[in-house]
């Protein structure tokens, strides 16, 4: 089955240390997104790319890093700089960047920052 | 970029129409009305999307204004499964470069459906 899938769906890291969520789509959507949740708020775009080795800041870039080395893979790095990393973070991807169609969301990774 | 206004809670009798509305009065010509769910803890579902016609499909309608401004969403026969967050979203739908694509949330619609 056809897909997009985010692992791990917990994670725990001391303050200070560097995390990568994976983002992986088997869809061969062209387009991704990483987007951040808080608690009883929308989704926010921190990145996403068109394309493979091209992405763009969204709207809470600052302390988070992103590749794009393959078009299944968007893996998202949140640094020690983000404030406050402690999140619900999700991965969206759709066919095309101006595509009619929907956007598919992953499961999400819940990440706390002890 | 066009935003939405939706308000944030409301509820619902199971097994009747749940109709949640849209407001959307900034949104410009190349740009659709999409809706997802959320339910707790997991990543949104697409429900229905549309540009200045209303659609249907085997989830839900989609009731458009003829200026576009608003825009309401039909569940026509509400189950408890249907309990989730609801965002209406506009998405840029031609080129206009880095906003290619971009999903606009906002704080969605919290519909409770009760037995």
């Known amino acids: 089955d056809g897909g997009i899938t985010q692992s791990p769906k917990y994670l725990f890291r001391k303050e200070g240390q560097n995390v990568t969520l994976s983002c992986e789509q088997n869809l061969n959507h062209d387009a991704m997104y990483w987007y951040r949740q808080d608690p009883g708020q929308g989704l926010r775009l921190i990145y996403y790319s068109q394309i493979v080795n091209d992405f763009q800041k969204g709207d809470i870039a600052e302390g988070y890093s992103v590749s794009r080395e393959k078009k299944e893979s968007f893996p998202l790095t949140v640094t020690s700089a983000q404030k406050n990393p402690t999140a619900f973070y999700l991965c969206?991807?759709?066919?095309?960047?101006?595509?009619?169609?929907?956007?598919?969301f992953g499961q999400g990774t819940r990440l706390t920052v002890v | 970029d066009a935003k939405t206004t939706q308000p944030p809670s409301m509820d619902c009798a199971e097994g009747r129409a749940a109709n949640l509305p849209c407001n959307h009065s900034t949104i410009s010509g190349n740009e659709y009305v999409y809706w997802y769910r959320q339910i707790h803890s997991q990543g949104p579902q697409y429900i229905i999307h549309g540009l200045k016609n209303n659609e249907t499909n085997e989830m839900a309608s989609l009731i458009i204004t003829e200026d576009r401004k608003s825009s309401t969403l039909i569940l026509p026969h509400a189950t408890l499964r249907d309990t989730a967050v609801y965002y209406c979203?506009?998405?840029?739908?031609?080129?206009?470069?880095?906003?290619?694509?971009?999903?606009?949330f906002g704080r969605g619609t919290q519909l409770t459906v009760w037995p």
């Open positions: 979203i506009v998405r840029v739908g031609s080129d206009r470069g880095s906003t290619l694509g971009r999903l606009y």
């Open positions: 969206a991807s759709s066919k095309a960047p101006g595509d009619r169609t929907e956007a598919f």
